[in-house]
Nanobody, 118 residues
């Protein structure tokens, strides 16, 4: 299984970015795809997840109403649309995958840096 994250960059506060996570190596229909982030000096934290089958989503309170997670079945890609970005959103963002009956994420992509300037 390979997860390839992309789309990070530098943006001003209030701006937007869209992260992508291209998944390959297996069928993900029974999987949950998640986004996490880790700011410098802090622990990694959950951002959002989406169930590949059915598309139900869940968000951390800190991003609810600003971020949207979605998936494109044809492209095997998961997106994280980030709007109204704040400096505190600055972090390395990671995509991850787990089987829906597991609690732990078994597969992780490399991180992509998101920097929000004030």
């Amino acid at each position: 299984v390979q997860l390839q994250a992309s789309g990070g960059g530098l943006v001003q506060a209030g701006g937007s970015l869209r992260l992508s996570c291209a998944a390959s190596g297996r069928t993900f229909s029974s999987y949950v795809m998640g986004w996490f982030r880790q700011a410098q000096g802090k622990e990694r934290e959950f951002v959002a997840h989406i169930r590949w089958s059915g598309g139900s989503t869940y968000y951390a309170d800190s991003v609810k109403g600003r971020f949207t997670i979605s998936r494109d079945n044809a492209k095997n890609t998961v997106y994280l649309q980030m709007n109204s970005l704040k400096p505190e959103d600055t972090a390395v963002y990671y995509c991850a995958a787990r089987n829906s009956y597991q609690l732990e994420y078994a597969y992780w992509g490399q991180g992509t840096q998101v920097t929000v300037s004030s």
